[in-house]
């Protein structure tokens, strides 16, 4: 459900800080055990002559800190600057903003055919909350956010003064005010994304690769951070409340709120690498439109763009009767249904191969009477034999379902996946879908 995620998590932090480390910046050598896994590329090192020569310590006061990080930002990133409200915020009001968010960002039918969705995969419990889980998760994890709509950069703190994760994560979020000021409209969430989760997805992590990889230049340059600031970025780590949440929170959300920053970097690096900031910039104009790009970019450079999938609706419906309701409609995509596979029995390098060959995909979930209900997930592969290699293990997925599931491929490039409530509606869904369907 990617129109959730607004703020970086802890995890995504922690892992651009082991990119730091990697270059050299850190003072010490231990990494957080619990840290995602970084991108494969990391960056190289800016000279140290890059931005002003003062750091941000050089005043007790927050506004004089935060300038300078603004100034050094701007330097490294090479756009013109912004002016930008800062506000710095509690857990107690993060916690009212990301509920507020969350529900004037996603209508009750989203989020209620979303649930349906990851529980009839098996992605979340049964008896999961996804707005509750999603909130904890975010609630524990989010060091700040810039709202494009209120043109403010927030930074939660968790101590009385600026540490190291605060200055870390206002770099980061500058760089979003940037991204907003000098490309106009690309930050903000249009409603021709809600049904397009996928996509949306691939959008925001040009947007917080970008922010990723400079926070990780940024962090680079002697004297922006000390080494007591590394080292209160090192102790989220270890934050009891962030790693138990982590623990419990289903995969399919971890995963999906670190994508965009992780994947994200691994995507932007090479480019910039090779064009410099010029050739980061030219994305904004041009952004991935599906996970399978930015996890493939020789497939963004090729203008591999999704296949355009239908679920037929109106026939489904028609076929279950009285009573039945569309509740939403979105994309999957290779991301996703790499995670479905891998969470669900299939092993990690044959779900990531059998997702590879991802061409499109649109599912569809249905409500009805006495709390029945219907997902159809279809899909279109690159080649037959993608669409055997993935029917082969969502075979193995759907055999560990809790509710009635099958598999119509009948061959060629196109695959459906029917859940049902029920026997009867399975049946309903497979005479309009199925291999006995028109």
């Known amino acids: 459900m990617t129109r959730l995620h607004r703020a970086g998590s802890v995890q995504a932090w ?23 896994p970084t991108p494969t590329v990391a960056p190289t090192a800016p000279p140290s002559s890059v931005g002003p020569s003062a750091s941000p310590d050089a005043s007790n ?30 857990a107690a009001t993060l916690k009212e903003m990301n509920a507020a968010s969350f529900d004037e960002d996603n209508p009750p039918e989203y989020v209620a055919g979303t649930e349906r969705l990851y529980k009839a995969l098996a992605l979340i419990p049964a008896d999961a909350s996804l707005r509750d889980t999603y909130l904890e998760l975010l609630d524990s994890q989010a060091l700040g956010f810039y709202r494009p709509d209120r043109k403010t950069l927030y930074v939660v703190s968790r101590s009385e003064q600026i540490d190291g994760a605060d200055k870390f994560t206002f770099a980061h979020e500058y760089d979003h005010a940037l991204q907003d000021a000098n490309f106009p409209g690309v930050l903000d969430d249009p409603e021709a994304l809600l049904d397009q989760g996928d996509r949306a997805l691939a959008v925001r992590s040009v947007f917080e690769g970008d922010a990723t990889l400079l926070m990780t230049r940024w962090a680079t340059v002697p004297g922006n951070l000390t080494p007591a600031d590394f080292q209160d970025i090192l102790a989220l780590s270890t934050d ?26 691994a995507f932007i690096t090479p480019i910039q690498a090779t064009g410099g900031w010029a050739a980061v910039d030219e994305l904004f104009a041009d952004l991935p439109q599906s996970t ?5 970019p020789d497939k963004y450079a090729a203008g591999e763009i999704p296949v355009d999938v239908t679920v037929p609706v109106e026939q489904v419906l028609a076929r279950l009767g009285d009573g039945w309701s569309e509740l939403m409609q979105d994309t999957f995509g290779e991301f ?27 599912l569809s979930v249905l409500s009805g009477p006495n709390d029945r209900w219907a997902v159809v997930m279809r899909s279109t592969w690159d080649s037959v034999a993608d669409a055997v290699s993935f029917t082969d293990a969502a075979q193995i997925a759907i055999r560990g379902l809790p509710h009635p599931a099958r598999i119509a491929a009948p061959g060629g490039t196109e695959v459906t996946i029917l859940i049902a409530s029920d026997q009867d509606t399975l049946l309903a869904l497979d005479q309009v879908l199925g291999a006995t369907g028109v």
């Open 14 to 36: 922690l892992a651009a800080l082991l990119l730091v480390a990697a270059c050299g910046a850190s003072p010490s050598s231990e990494a957080p055990s619990t840290a995602s």
């Open 61 to 90: 006061d927050p506004a004089a800190i935060y300038d300078a990080i603004e100034d050094q930002v701007v330097a490294i990133r090479e756009l013109e600057p912004v002016d930008v409200a800062r506000e710095t915020i509690d």
């Open 240 to 265: 009891p409340e962030m790693t138990t949440v982590l623990a419990r929170t289903p995969a399919i959300l971890v995963e999906g709120l670190n994508f965009p920053y992780t994947a994200g970097s």
């Open 292 to 296: 399978e790009q930015v996890l493939h």
């Open 336 to 362: 996703q249904t790499r995670i479905w596979l891998r969470e669900s029995g299939v092993a990690a390098t044959d779900a990531e191969d059998a997702a590879a060959g991802w061409g499109g995909d649109r």
